[in-house]
C-alpha cells in the first residue's frame, strides 16, 4: 500500500522555471522525506523534514510541511534539465517503515 | 563497498522457478529495507531489518516470499515458485541507523535494484 499521492502526476516546465509538487498522506507522521529518480535508476534522498517543522532549504529545493492538512510540497527554483526526473515523497507514518508516493514525473525542457 | 550493491541485476525465469536476489548494504548500516516497484509507480514497501531482526514483514506478498538477513549485513530476499505477476523491480535501500520511536530519521540510500522477469 501506498501512504502518499503526488500531485500532479506530471509536469512539463522550461528551464529557469519554478517546479512545484506536492503530496498528501493519510496518517500522522514522524518525519517526511523527498526522494528523487532518474530513468529507473535508484532513488537519491533530497531533504528531511520533522513533523514539527514548517519549511526546509537545501540548495534550490524548498520544502514545507503542513500536518493539519497532513500534506507537504517540494519547490525547485530555477529549474535545469538535468532536473527531470521522478520525485517520491515518503513518510514514516509514525512506524518504524518509510512509505512512498505514487510520484510526480517531471520534464525539463532545454 | 561505496554503495548498496544488489544482485543479480536482471534475472529472467521461467514460472514456478525459485529465485533469490541478493543485497549489499553500506558497510556498518543498521538497517536494510526491500522493496518493489512496478513501472511508472513508488516503491512498495516489503520489509526490513534492524540488524539482523526482521522487525516488520507486512509487505510480503504472501508466503512464497521471504528474506533474511542472517549476520546483519547481507540479506537475501527469496521468491519460491515465481509467478508472472511477480516480474517486477526488486530494490533494497540500507540506513546507518535503526530505527526508533522517533521515527526514520535517517536517509535511506538505493541500490539500482534487480529486475525481475517472470515468463
Known amino acids: 500500500s501506498q501512504q502518499g499521492e503526488e500531485d500532479p502526476q506530471a509536469l512539463s516546465i522550461q528551464e529557469g522555471e519554478n517546479a512545484t509538487m506536492n503530496c498528501s498522506y493519510k496518517?500522522?507522521?514522524?518525519?517526511l522525506q523527498w526522494y528523487r529518480q532518474n530513468s529507473g535508476r535508484g532513488l537519491v534522498h533530497l531533504i528531511l523534514i520533522r513533523s514539527n517543522e514548517r519549511e526546509k532549504h537545501s540548495g534550490r529545493l524548498r520544502v514545507t510541511l503542513d500536518t493539519s492538512k497532513k500534506s507537504s510540497s517540494l519547490l525547485i527554483t530555477a529549474s535545469r534539465a538535468a532536473d527531470t526526473a521522478s520525485y517520491f515523497c515518503a513518510t514514516d507514518g509514525n512506524t518504524d517503515k518509510l512509505i512512498f508516493g505514487t510520484g510526480t514525473r517531471l520534464q525539463v525542457f532545454p | 563497498g561505496a554503495g548498496v550493491s544488489q544482485s543479480p541485476r536482471y534475472k529472467v525465469t521461467k514460472r514456478g522457478q525459485d529465485v533469490a536476489l541478493r543485497c549489499d548494504p553500506i558497510s556498518g548500516h543498521v538497517s536494510l529495507y526491500w522493496y518493489r516497484q512496478a513501472l511508472g509507480q513508488g516503491p512498495e514497501f516489503l520489509t526490513y531489518?534492524?540488524?539482523?531482526?526482521?522487525?516488520?514483514k507486512s509487505g510480503l506478498p504472501n508466503d512464497r516470499f521471504s528474506a533474511e538477513r542472517p549476520e546483519g549485513s547481507i540479506s537475501t530476499l527469496t521468491i519460491q515458485r515465481t509467478e508472472q505477476r511477480d516480474s517486477a523491480m526488486y530494490r533494497c535501500?540500507?540506513?546507518?541507523?535503526?530505527?526508533?520511536?522517533?521515527?526514520?530519521?535517517?536517509?535511506?540510500?538505493f541500490g539500482e535494484g534487480s529486475r525481475l522477469t517472470v515468463l
Open positions: 531489518f534492524n540488524y539482523e531482526a526482521q522487525q516488520d
Open positions: 535501500a540500507s540506513s546507518l541507523f535503526g530505527t526508533t520511536s522517533g521515527g526514520i530519521t535517517g536517509e535511506l540510500f
Open positions: 496518517t500522522s507522521i514522524n518525519n
